[in-house]
């Protein structure tokens, strides 16, 4: 039978474990939180027929791309949604565009809205296009894309900032964080379509599924004039299933072939205009110059190693009263 110390030990026991077990689901909800908070809603404002996102599996996306009637290097576009946390991937069937896949966005910064200035960790909203020399290699996000921040409609409202990715990872301020798997999946078709010949790729920002009833559920917001103006590309994309011609007339988006009042400009990337030197040769020599500086130092500290060893070498030689040799 146990005794009264037996007893007081048990409880001691099952008092402890209730504090860890309290403790693990505190830190628990410490992390889901701020995760749920930065993904948002994606529930809220869906279209009805919006597919679910799905998970990337490389192995299987040749499979994928068939069961489509579709192969690698296929055209595509990309739309992506802040407020469900979602990006699509559309292939060119020919006649339309069909949709892929749709990716969970894991993180995006910011608030609904455009970024307005450099540094203000917001992810921006707007039509963008993605070239072959946005692709980036190099850096801390080896596999990403340069939507084109600033875009010709930015830079004519003023607003400034620059390498604005979709990368991979989940942490960002003011890029699009899709994980690293789901990352590998997006440039491969990006860089695919892209080397087998097509020019470039639209990349269609929204603050959220443009549905008449979704903007007005926003009526007194400062964009609404802006998001109007994005809805127009929206529609004409759910329309046609076909990219919409885009350029800038003034400080709005043309879509289609709307009347040309005389001062419309083509819809440019700053990325696609910037000269070659400006992004991957600075990165280069940066490199260059810090192996030459890491060799520098190498070198200077071989040279003090080897003299401190001589001077050994002298001072054991005197020691023992033997002459100092020169080799």
Known sequence: MPTSRDRRALIGVAAKGLSIAAVVLLAAGMWVVPLIEAR??????????????????????????????????????????????????????????????????????????????????????GLYSIGIEQLHRKGRWRRSLDIGYPNTFDRAHGRTGSFILVHGGCSTIGCFAMTNPVMEEIFTLTEAALFNGQDSIQVHVFPFRMTQASLQARASSPWLGFWSNLKEAYDAFEHTSVPPQV??????????????????????????VAPPQSRYTRLARR?????????????????????????HARRSATYLGGPVRQR
């Open 287 to 311: 490199g260059r110059v810090a192996s030459r500086r890491g060799r520098y130092v190498r070198r200077a500290y071989a040279a003090a190693r080897r003299a401190r060893v001589a001077a």
């Open 40 to 125: 948002g809603n994606s529930a809220s404002g869906m279209a009805p027929d919006s597919a679910p996102p799905v998970s990337s599996d490389a192995a299987k996306l040749q499979a994928r791309l068939a069961a489509k009637g579709v192969a690698l290097g296929t055209p595509i576009m990309i739309r992506v949604f802040k407020e469900e946390a979602e990006l699509e991937v559309w292939v060119d069937k020919g006649a339309r565009y069909e949709r892929f896949a749709t990716y969970e966005i894991c993180n995006w910064s910011g608030v609904l809205g455009p970024k307005l200035t450099e540094g203000d960790r917001q992810s921006p909203e």
């Open 247 to 272: 350029s800038v007339c003034g400080n709005r988006y043309l879509i289609g072939q709307g009347p040309d009042p005389g001062y419309c400009v083509d819809n440019v990337s700053e990325a696609s």
